[in-house]
């Protein structure tokens, strides 16, 4: 029987404990209720809207919620992907658009490129008539309540077609050096999909990339292992070859999911058809 799963997260790391534990809940709680709203137009469209609720909450670092780098500005990351003819689209280093992950989209969607950094990626969302944000305005929102430690946020969905797909965004590290582009806007680092599964990383972006860290969770799966050992697989993997700290979420072609970290928090949520369910540390 075909079965949906929706996993979403917001980020790895140390959550700040002035953040209630309620807010955060109920901002996953949003981001699974409108990317399951979403999903009548299949796994993409599910994890683009989920992202997208969590771009728009200020408690997580992604969006409006992005954290600062070295000189105070806010330099965004974001990466969709597709299982289905492995379609990919990314945007690095953009410091005027709230919802990168849709320009993100927009780049799958336009299909000549994978990648777009920086005033390009500016210009394609503007000529594509998606909102930018002043760069003022997102610099100042940054940061706005007490700076959570989550990593990044992300979604991993497969559709009851069978479609798999993932997206993430993020702010990366708080106090970067200007112009360091992180895991999630790498394909196969940050996130991945292909027909065994789709996976989505949080945590220190430069261990994913070390390690091709979703690509590499996603061929476990290939290999037969489980969604709940893959994840598990790949966290070991991640401390021990790289030092890494992080997360991830993964789903298989069966819509299993599997969850692991190594940081002491990682906020996630998930659904499928036969309800709701939620774990966080934070
Ligand atoms: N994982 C997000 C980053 O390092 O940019």
């Not at 790391?13 to 981001?31: C, K, T």
């Not at 003819?85 to 994978?114: K, N």
């Not at 112009?179 to 949080?202: K, L, M, Q």
């Amino acid at each position: 029987m075909p079965v949906a799963t929706l996993i979403v997260h917001g980020g790895a790391g140390r959550w700040d404990p002035r953040i209630p534990r309620a807010e955060i809940d109920a901002g996953l709680d949003r981001a699974l209720e409108t990317g399951w709203r979403a999903l009548e137009d299949g796994a993409l469209s599910a994890v683009v809207a989920a992202v997208t609720a969590l771009e728009d909450d200020p408690h997580f670092n992604a969006g409006i919620g992005a954290v600062r780098n070295a000189d105070g500005e806010v330099e965004l990351d974001a990466g969709v992907m597709t299982a289905e003819r492995l379609r990919t689209g990314a945007v690095a280093g953009m410091t005027d658009s709230a919802r990168p992950v849709s320009v993100a989209r927009a780049v799958l969607e336009d299909g000549r490129h994978v990648l777009l950094a920086g005033a390009g990626a500016s210009r394609f969302a503007a000529e594509r008539g998606l909102p930018l944000a002043g760069r003022e305005h997102l610099r100042e929102s940054a940061r706005a309540l007490p700076g959570s430690a989550g990593g990044t946020v992300g979604a991993v969905c497969r559709d009851d077609r069978g479609g798999l797909a993932v997206a993430v965004s993020t702010g990366g590290v708080s106090g970067k050096f200007p112009g360091r582009v992180g895991d999630s806007a790498i394909c196969g680092a940050g996130f991945y999909a292909d027909t065994p599964g789709a996976a989505c990383a949080t945590g220190q972006g430069e261990a994913f990339i070390r390690l091709a860290g979703c690509r590499r969770a996603v061929e476990m799966l290939a290999a037969g292992l489980d969604a709940p050992t893959c994840a598990a697989r790949l966290i070991e993997e991640l401390a021990e070859r790289v030092g890494g700290e992080g997360g991830i979420i993964v789903v298989d072609a069966a819509g299993r999911p599997g969850v692991a970290r190594n940081t002491r928090d990682m906020p996630w949520a998930w659904r499928t058809e036969a309800g709701a369910a939620r774990w966080s540390s934070a």
